[in-house]
């Protein structure tokens, strides 16, 4: 085996392999040669590579997302790393173990006017669980002044003893440095980024480890629940007659079904859950804007929990935010292992744990002996919101609505979708999906701006075939997506293409002009075609329900190449028939 010859190069790269970071996502570069080289000459990992620094870091992102493992991303000095920083904003939210390595120049040559050099170190602020910042040799160490060489000594052996000295310290730093990014990034669940300086010559190898750097292990003794807290929970249970537990974002699996099933059959308790939180029972309220849109005050006071447990990630309803932070629960408990977010402005415990090892010690405590008609009150609500919603969809033409009640319907058992942001995820909630399906979608920062990506990273991630829905903007914005060579054959997307931002005209704001038009909607006259043509994709389209229909059921078929379908609905049309429905359910 060849390894780089360049004794960081092969640091960095031992230490991936020591922690079984085996998926390597690679932009083309000259400064990250030496990575490149390594890495991809290594049998044990498994190489890509994406030219588009964004397009790679999501992809990398979704890939990351579905084994619950560290992913690596590589790229070149300068602006390179900067394409990488939506990924790394949306990784950070969403827990999801992205491990930035970005190649950089040493520091004698950064801010001197050399090109392709910006300033690295630290690059990511906030959006980032740790930064390294490694050193090259000596000269980047800050016991050795700017511009001054080694001090000198009597003899040269005293000379060479104190710079092999100084070296074996870099050395450790950087073990140290790289350990603790790598070992935050598995088990803290975020992005970390690495910076690793390089001096020409970039592309000289060798058969022989120059180092061999040791992996440390992180601490993994976790803090047991408070006692004291988990009483006043108890105590505080005990006496509401009207309980909630919101649940976000959640991967699969993620919460045993014995104790949502406790949760789900307590007469006091609602438990409201959206597609994404990939929770199933038939008692949950899995479409909250179904539910509340159509509330009014008196309806809001009645619905108004005495407490509110809330865990996964970010929420998708706008209205379920809005209601609770005007309709505040007297106690609200978040349940994370990691952080809680006030979003409600009403927070009073984060429960330091996860939601399986906080129910474990806490629901074989709790007797269910308050009465309450709090849960039968609300499921004849939303029995009645359903038999609309069906009642609803005979009368509708077709629209963006009828194309979502189609599509969902479609999607085969056991197999992921993905699903774009704005409006697509939107529609989503209120259909009743598939409980097979795993559902997931960029919810950390909300942004349209990597899904595809995400989502063909999800399909090499993930053996199960994987559909996209996404809406037309979204999938235009990141087309670079498509330009991948590892899309699997059974990757479906589903495009609905409304002519713009249709989600804009559901909000307030003065539609139906020509400021509107050009600057929030921004109608276009864009297909997909082209790009299919580019990038070998089957194409098909459908632009009424019958074809709609004829075309989803060979779509999902196997085939030798992916495919996509792009389903036109009237831009003018769909938001009214959306407002109408939460008028028509009430």
């Known amino acids: 085996m060849i390894h780089p010859k360049i004794p960081l190069a092969q640091t960095v790269i031992q230490l991936c392999k020591l922690k079984n970071i085996k998926h390597i996502v690679i932009s083309p570069g000259s400064r990250n040669a030496p990575l490149t080289l390594g890495f991809s ?27 619950r493992e560290p992913v690596a991303v590589i790229c070149t000095s300068g602006s390179a790393l900067l394409n990488y920083y939506p990924a790394v904003a949306e990784a950070f939210y969403s827990d999801i173990p992205l491990v930035v390595i970005s190649a950089d120049r040493p520091k004698h040559l950064v801010g001197i006017g050399d090109g392709q050099t910006i300033n690295q170190p630290d690059v990511y602020g906030s959006h980032i669980l740790f930064s390294a910042n490694l050193k090259l ?21 005293q000379k060479l003893e ?14 140290e440095e790289i350990n603790q990014a790598l070992n935050l990034a598995k088990f803290k669940k975020g992005p970390v980024h690495i910076n690793v300086p390089f001096d020409e010559p970039l592309y000289e190898m060798t058969d022989k480890l120059i180092v ?10 976790r803090q047991k629940i408070d006692q004291a807290e988990l009483k006043d929970c108890i105590d505080e249970w005990y006496v509401a007659r009207k309980k909630m537990v919101l649940v976000g974002v959640m991967p699969p699996n993620q919460l045993e079904q014995r104790w949502l099933h406790e949760l789900a059959d307590d007469d006091s308790v609602i438990v409201f859950t959206e597609a994404t939180s990939n929770l199933h029972h038939p008692n949950l309220f899995t479409s909250i804007d179904k539910m509340i849109a159509p509330l009014d005050a008196a309806d809001f006071k009645a619905l108004q929990p005495d407490i509110l447990v809330t865990m996964g990630g970010l929420i998708v309803s706008k209205k379920i935010k809005v209601f609770l932070r005007q309709y505040q629960p007297k106690h609200h408990w978040h349940i994370d292992d990691k952080s809680a977010s006030d979003t409600f402005f009403c927070l009073n415990k984060h429960i330091e744990a996860t939601p399986n090892e906080f129910f474990s010690e806490y629901l074989p405590k709790i007797t269910h002996v308050t009465k309450s008609s709090y849960l039968d009150t609300w499921a004849a609500v939303k029995k009645h919101r359903q038999k609309k919603h069906l009642e609803y969809m005979k009368l509708i033409p077709f629209s963006d609505f009828k194309a979502f009640s189609l599509v969902l319907k479609s999607i085969p058992r056991k197999t992921v979708v ?3 942001n704005s ?20 919810r950390g920062t909300s942004g349209i701006d990597g899904s595809t990506s995400t989502a063909i990273g999800s399909a090499v991630g993930n053996p199960k075939q994987t559909t996209f829905i996404t809406g037309d903007l979204s999938f235009f914005y990141d087309s670079n997506a498509l330009w991948n060579n590892y899309i699997p054959s059974n990757f479906r997307i589903i495009l609905i293409n409304n002519e713009g931002g ?29 790009l299919c043509e580019m ?3 089957e194409y098909l389209t459908a632009r009424n329900a019958e074809e709609l229909e004829a075309g989803l059921k060979p779509f999902y078929n196997q085939s030798k190449r992916p495919r996509l379908l792009e389903v036109f609905t009237p831009r003018t049309k769909n938001d009214e028939i959306l407002l109408e429905y939460f008028k028509f359910i009430k």
């Open 535 to 537: 990038f070998q994709i």
């Open 41 to 67: 000459n290594d049998k044990f990992f498994n190489c890509y590579s994406i030219v588009d620094e964004r397009c790679a870091a999501f992809f990398a992102l979704g890939i990351a997302q579905q084994i």
């Open 418 to 420: 993905q699903l774009g």
């Open 212 to 221: 061999k750097p040791k992996s440390t292990p992180i601490d993994l003794s």
């Open 502 to 530: 249709g989600i804009f005209r559901i909000l307030p704001g003065h539609k139906n002009t020509k400021n509107f038009d050009y600057f929030f909607e921004t109608t276009h006259q864009l297909t997909a075609k082209q």
């Open 137 to 157: 040799d000596i000269k980047d160490d800050h016991r050795i002044p700017e511009h001054e060489d080694l001090p000198i000594f009597k003899n040269l052996e």
């Open 162 to 175: 104190r710079f092999l000295g100084l070296q074996q310290d870099i050395q450790s730093y950087n073990e």
């Open 423 to 442: 409006s697509t995820v939107r529609y989503a909630q209120l259909f009743k999906m598939n409980s097979s399906l795993e559902v997931f979608c960029n």
